[in-house]
């Protein structure tokens, strides 16, 4: 055996091997130091953990020596691990079931304080994440901090997400943060969050010319007609909620804060603009009431949809002309316009208030070319499909018609309207709702592995006739057990019920329906891709449901013909919409809300939450609401679940309830 010992610059080979012997011995002396120490505090376990980590010796004992508690440090870090462990958790695709059997692995003792720093828990950032891979974290990344051979298979896994990782990651779009923005300098990072925008909110919503716009934004060019500072900060504050780049929080780890400073900034070049009508201006005030309503702050949402309609009316529509320029504008305006009745009156039905009357320069539905176009799940998930954007615009405009009828009908009818003029206008409204429905082309009808954002158009018709049918069942309780003139109903019953029992309320029928459409969404993309109309599915269905827990379907062949099939109970039903909504609610604020006033409402009210959702709320508490949360709520979300929420003078909104009953300690 031969010693080698490299000597420094003016070195010699004795000298060298002194200061050898030295290192050794001061290291072997700093080591029997610390097992000593270490032999008798309660944070022996978390020093054995920074040893084996390669933490340099002589800095953990300069630590004990200062008096540092090593084991209350970890334990904080391990409670910040335990939470994000639980939001991913909820985000993913995992049932109820799933997370039940997963939560005792969550426990803070069997965590790694520095989890989030590792290559494993980075792989499952902005990816759709399911049970499994939570699994083979747990069991790649252990306590201890080590590798086993028990674990070779889930490093495998982690491997193979990595390769996939790669190609995520590349942007669709590439576009320059500058000069759109005084907030970053890093093009990859403005690509990004452009890239989410047009691949999740803007395919359903339609808010901008994608071709337009990418090329205004590409050329660099402030004063463009299809870009603007302003609607870019705005359209980033949007993209936020839907990323986990480091740069979209404005809190370390708290979702909720995600594209706060963009969202600011939005506004404080709102207030510079002075009022002025511009397409890109009426593009950014839409998209800022949407995010704005997603923060849980709708009064705001409110404000700002009464400048955008205002803005809408008074800015002109472009003549129709041979040339591609001026067919782009009008291509542009004309959709800019029905983006803003399609929110409009999607909003004003979810609040439960008149909605204003449609554009009548909006005299036809758009008649535009067929095409196909690829829609990329990145980089949430590899998938790739084709579909037809154009189809996809068209039967969003058809049924924002309907539903502006439906709002019509509900909110702003005559009061002079008969109870049988009200019944027969709400029968042949449901009809042509249900007529357009069956109608859909074969591409847009529902199946679980749709694009994400066309789950949008089902969410936005499930919910329109879910309260339609709700409310003539209040208004005419005389007819509230009707059967469908339109399908065969399916036999029901209930605990208190004969065989012989009245068919049940439609509205229940529709919400089964719409809480399998809610669970397939879950099954097919979790919940890291926040959809407005899924959020309003599950909490319209949970609210729904809270009064009528004990409803159940016999097996009917008629089930088969609805799309999705329902769920066969409420119970189910509601466990399955509230873990939903508990998801969501990680991600934005509204369904925090939601969420937390669902929990309140069963306790103010004595009902009893179904075992299975009271377990999955207890487990992700943390994650879902803090006390500071309920400041943050400017609301007037409404609690279907009280009769009092038809009534528009009563206190019956989210902010009003959460307050009271938080002050109540509830």
């Known amino acids: 055996v031969h010693c080698v010992y490299e000597a420094q610059a003016g070195e010699t080979r004795t000298q060298a091997v002194k200061r050898k012997y030295e290192d050794l011995e001061q290291s072997h002396d700093a080591l029997l130091e610390l097992i000593d120490l270490a032999a008798s505090r309660r944070d022996a376990p978390d020093i054995l953990s920074r040893v084996k980590h390669g933490d340099d010796i002589h800095e953990i004992l300069a630590q004990l020596k200062e008096g540092e508690d090593l084991y209350e440090a970890h334990q904080g870090g391990r409670a910040r691990v335990r939470r994000m462990l639980l939001s991913c958790l909820i985000q993913s695709t995992a049932s109820v079931q799933e997370i039940i059997e997963m939560a005792p692995f969550l426990a803070e003792e069997r965590l790694r304080a520095d989890l989030l720093e590792t290559r494993e828990w980075r792989s499952l950032n902005n990816r759709l994440v399911s049970a499994r891979m939570l ?81 205004s934004m590409q050329s660099g060019c402030s004063m463009t007609e299809y870009c603007s500072p302003f609607l870019v900060n705005a359209i980033c504050a949007m993209a936020c909620q839907n990323s986990e780049h480091p740069a979209a929080f404005v809190q370390t780890d708290e979702f909720i804060s995600r594209g706060e400073h963009f969202h600011d900034e939005a506004l404080r070049l709102w207030l510079l603009e002075d009022g002025r009508a511009s397409l890109t201006s009426l593009q950014a005030l839409i998209i800022l009431s949407i995010e704005s309503g997603f923060r849980g702050r709708d009064k705001m949402t409110i404000t700002l949809l009464a400048v955008v309609l205002q803005m809408n009316n008074d800015l002109p529509f472009p003549p129709a002309m041979e040339s591609k320029v001026a067919a782009d504008r009008v291509r542009a305006r004309s959709h800019v316009s029905w983006a803003t009745h399609y929110f409009d009156v999607t909003f004003s039905l979810g609040l439960l208030r008149p909605s204003t009357n449609l554009d009548p320069r909006m005299d036809h539905v758009p008649n535009l070319p067929d095409s196909r176009a690829e829609w990329s799940g990145a980089p949430f998930l590899a998938s790739r499909m084709m579909f037809r954007p154009n189809a996809l615009m068209r039967e969003r405009c058809v049924l924002t018609r309907l539903n502006s009828e439906v709002n019509h009908l509900l909110f702003a009818r005559q009061e002079s309207m008969s109870s049988r003029d009200y019944e027969k206008a709400a029968s042949d409204l449901k009809s042509r709702l249900l007529g357009w429905y069956h109608m859909l082309p074969d591409d847009l009808t529902f199946r679980s592995d749709l694009p994400a954002p066309v789950y949008e158009l089902h969410g936005t018709f499930l919910c329109a006739i879910i309260l339609l049918c709700s409310h003539t069942e209040t208004l005419l309780p005389s007819k509230k057990a009707s059967e469908s003139q339109d399908r065969p109903s399916p036999t029901t019953s209930t605990a208190s019920t004969t065989p012989e029992a009245a068919p049940a309320p439609e509205s229940l029928l529709y919400a089964l329906q719409a809480a399998r459409m809610c669970q397939h969404y879950r099954e097919t993309y979790g919940f890291k891709i926040t959809s407005p109309f899924v959020f309003q599915t599950a909490a319209l269905v949970c609210l729904i449901l809270l009064n009528r827990l004990d409803f159940s379907l016999t097996y009917s062949s008629a089930l088969r013909e609805g799309n999705p099939i329902p769920f066969y109970d409420a119970r189910s039903a509601f466990e399955e919409s509230y873990r ?30 179904p075992e299975a959702a009271t377990k999955v709320r207890e487990i992700v508490a943390e994650a879902t609401w803090g006390a500071s949360d309920v400041h943050r709520i400017s609301s007037s979300y409404p609690n279907y679940s009280l009769p009092e929420s038809v009534n528009p003078a009563a206190e019956a909104t989210m902010e009003a309830l959460l307050k009271q009953w938080e002050a109540m300690q509830v």
């Open 135 to 215: 699994s083979y974290l747990m069991l790649s990344v252990n306590e201890n901090g080590v590798q086993t051979s028990v674990n070779d298979f889930a490093a495998s896994q982690f491997n193979t997400w990595s390769l996939v990782d790669s190609r995520l990651d590349v942007p669709a779009f590439s576009v320059p943060a500058l000069p759109w923005t005084r907030l970053t300098r890093d093009d990859n990072l403005m690509s990004h969050l452009v890239s989410i925008f047009l691949t999740t909110n803007n395919i359903y919503g339609r808010y901008v010319e994608e071709d337009l716009f990418v090329a």
């Open 580 to 609: 939903c909504l508990l998801g969501i609610g990680t991600r934005v604020m509204i369904a925090r809300g939601v969420a937390r006033m669902v929990y309140q409402t069963v306790k103010m009210t004595g009902r009893v939450m």
